[in-house]
Antibody, heavy 120, light 106 residues
């Protein structure tokens, strides 16, 4: 059974940094692309970033480009999101997600989400 | 970026009603469109992909149609558990984008 679990969320001050992690199991991690999708309180879904199976293709939303870095460790079956220069607009639940196939979308598998709050 | 406009943003309906949600794309995207359901406090769940393919295990009362720029999600007979917010998403090109959501209230 496919399982993805995020961790690393928390409260951080504006301008601070946070690193989210996603542990995956139940499938061949290295064969699949992954995404981070976030949802601000009371708002809709916002795609943040995607990474290909080998890590050679990476995409970012304009809202996070230059501040966030997606990465993966196929040996540890783990996905990461390094978030720097955080602002209040980054406050959201962050979901690690995988496509139903090898591509990142459509997104068939989601974690439970990890909450990030940026506040002084 | 492809912008997705969902309508309506919310609706109220009765159990047994037929409900239709539309998603209009700002440019042609073939059929690379998915629909998700999100219940309060939960992660989204995929319902339909490639505009009209029902994900395995999703009730057959859900259906999708459309191509190009205009897409629809239809719930043929609304059930109490369908109270949720529905999102469309295009995966034709990066950046991936979601519609603004449609909240369905029973």
């Amino acid at each position: 059974e496919v399982h993805v679990v995020e961790s690393g969320g928390g409260l951080v001050k504006p301008g601070g940094s946070l690193r989210l992690s996603c542990a995956a199991s139940g499938f061949t991690f290295s064969s699949h692309s992954f995404n981070w999708v976030r949802q601000a309180p009371g708002k809709g879904l916002e795609w943040v970033s995607s990474i290909s199976s080998g890590g050679d293709y990476i995409y970012y939303a304009d809202s996070v480009k230059g501040r966030f870095t997606i990465s993966r460790d196929n040996g540890l079956n783990s996905l990461y999101l390094q978030m720097n220069s955080l602002t209040a607009e980054d406050t959201a639940v962050y979901y690690c997600s995988r496509g139903i196939g090898y591509n990142g979308s459509p997104i068939g598998y989601w974690g439970q989400g990890t909450r990030v709050a940026v506040s002084s | 970026a492809i912008h997705l406009t969902q309508s309506p943003s919310s609706l109220s309906a009765f159990v047994g009603d037929r409900v239709t949600i539309t998603c209009r794309a700002s440019q042609d995207m073939t059929s690379a469109l998915a629909w998700y359901q999100q219940r309060p406090g939960k992660a989204p769940e995929l319902l339909i992909y490639d505009a009209s393919t029902l994900k395995s295990g999703v009730p057959s009362r859900f259906s999708g149609s459309g191509s190009g720029t205009d897409f629809t999600l239809t719930i043929s007979s609304l059930q109490p558990e369908d109270f949720a917010t529905y999102y469309c998403q295009q995966f034709n090109v990066y950046p991936l984008t979601f519609g603004g959501g449609t909240k369905v209230e029973i």
